[in-house]
Nanobody
């Protein structure tokens, strides 16, 4: 069973940067995504990619496009989320998630497609 573990969450000031990491226990062909959930709000998908994609078919939510970058280290099997120019509204619990899929087209950002989840890492942004 694939296990995911996030790290890198911290408390930063607005305008700052953080890099989140998600260590994935098994190598396979799957969709990978970052989600976040702020208190009182629904969980939202913010970035997705495929583990075997080499053509940069990445999807971003409009709220983070141009500020966040999702990437995958194939050798170490770690999913990253580089977050730049953080805003107070970015404060949330951040989760990584995967589901197995053999083909490498764009991956969805709807949470009900994802079958494996990490426990989350907290990001706090102060103004």
């Amino acid at each position: 069973q694939v296990q995911l573990m996030e790290s890198g969450g911290d408390s930063v000031q607005a305008g700052g940067s953080l890099r989140l990491s998600c260590t994935i226990s098994e190598k396979d062909r799957y969709c990978m995504a970052w989600f976040r959930q702020a208190p009182g709000k629904e969980r939202e998908g913010i970035a997705s990619t495929h583990s075997a994609d080499s053509t940069n078919r990445i999807t971003y939510a409009s709220s983070v496009k141009g500020r966040f970058i999702i990437s995958h280290d194939n050798a170490e099997n770690i999913l990253y989320l580089q977050m730049n120019n953080l805003k107070p509204e970015d404060a949330a619990m951040y989760y990584c998630a995967t589901f197995p899929r053999s083909y490498t087209s764009y991956c969805p950002m709807t949470q009900d497609r994802y079958t494996r989840w990490g426990r989350g890492t907290q990001v706090t942004v102060s103004s």
